[in-house]
């Protein structure tokens, strides 16, 4: 049996003993083995060196620095010395790694090459190399685990440099990572694409960029087919990068559905500006294909249109006694975010307590009966756009005030009221396949907030009351596209990408 094959079966039978929440608290997911060769063979130094150094610092049950062995041992020029650290927290997990050793020191030696490593049950954020930060190895792979920690947590603590606001913690490994490389070694990462964007990732970045240059990224637009052994749903990407200042290179963008698809991944090759911000906050755009309509030429904001984004002011638990199941004389319609789906309001759905009061207690927490375009503020991660919105038309719904449940936002005009033909465009334009393809480009969360939707670039304001004539509430997703693609299509100017 090969390497990847060993560890990935070794791991598998440990993963299976752990219970569910076990397996989450650890933020343990296995790597496939094409996934995993796939990230080690971009790895490999340019020339092999006498002695290598490798590092992975979330070993699991080794699957990657099985990966790596085997490819350095597949190479025509051999390295004398192969020197492995691995880290692994988890000491169910110590056998299976020492099977793999013994199998890899076997394989190195049949092959000429001395393989040393050493085994380190023990956190990897507070090791003493990990605290150090210095440059001692020349490759790191990882597949980090991924929960959130606290500000006070002693590994948030340990790299405080790394941290802003609630830290995840494989955003802490991507980080301290970054400082352990030799000049010129090779850095590959398996993470969410969530720290790609926003503020609580904007030091990890900041800090990535001061030592490394990104070479390629891999992005899987599948949430479910590049951990196929394990039932969870997270948006992943590959990252590989070298340890040196950064330059304006070109960056290759690949994407692929998931890992049964790899070897028929889309290629872009992008200038670096293009994928890395310049700005303070360092966001990276993930383009995985050319874009039909680029909404980075329009500096149009919701803004500039007199409109403004708000989250529903009803908090149900601070309002509860103001909300009931059945209508009465003094009350009016609740929205929840349950009852919006895409181009439609579904009200009543008869599983929620709709109805909330309407007197003086409750004025503040009501909006008036007015155009609106209500949006969910989280989707469901299996939901196929971002953005999930509705146009809501004054009179839909009875009386002359609503409430909106605190997760929901709602875009409305302060001091003057949205035309129906703007409601329903803008509506349709935020469901659009347009937005949803610019959002997965600039946003790693899967969630779009309110400073999101602000910050969104937006055509005129002609054109979006012409998607708005052409559509109507409940329209399908399909049709949208085909509304929104026809009129905007036409006022782009021609921008082409270097494609490879």
Known sequence: MRLVEFAHSSGLAAIQTLQRKEQKNFGQFMTPPDVARFMAQRCLPTECPEIIRILDPAA??????????????????????????????????????????????????????????SINNCDFLLSPIATARKPIVDIIIANPPYFKLSATDPRALAHAYAVYGQPNIYGLFMAVCASLLAPSGRWCFITPRSWTNGLYFSSVRRYLFCWLHIDAIHVFESRRDHFTDDQILQEAMITWATAQAQTNAEIVISSSEGSSDLDQARLLRLPFNRVIGQDEERMVSLP?????????????????????????????????????EIASADSVPLLWMQHIKHMLIKWPINKKSEHIDSNAETA????????????????????????????YLAGTLPGTMLGLENHTNYIYRPGGELSDEETKGLAAFLNSRVVDRYLRTVAGNTQVNATDLRKLPLPSLELLVAIGRAICPGTSLLAVDTIVDSTLRPQQPRHTVAAN
């Open 60 to 117: 699991g049950a080794g699957i990657l620095s099985a990966a790596v062995i085997e490819c350095l041992l597949n190479q025509a020029r051999l390295p004398r010395q192969i020197h492995v650290m691995l880290y692994e927290l988890d000491g169910r997990l110590i056998p299976a790694l020492r099977k793999l050793v013994k199998r890899m020191r076997q394989r190195a030696h049949n092959r000429g090459v001395t393989l040393k490593v």
């Open 288 to 324: 995985v294909d050319m874009p039909t309509i680029d909404l980075t030429r329009w500096h149009a904001t919701l803004f500039t249109y007199g409109l403004k984004v708000s989250t529903g002011p009803v908090v149900a638990f601070r309002a509860k006694r103001h909300i009931h």
């Open 364 to 391: 503040w927490m009501l909006v008036p009966n007015t155009n609106l375009v209500v949006i969910r503020r989280f989707s469901p991660k299996e939901d196929d756009r971002r953005i999930t919105a509705a146009p």
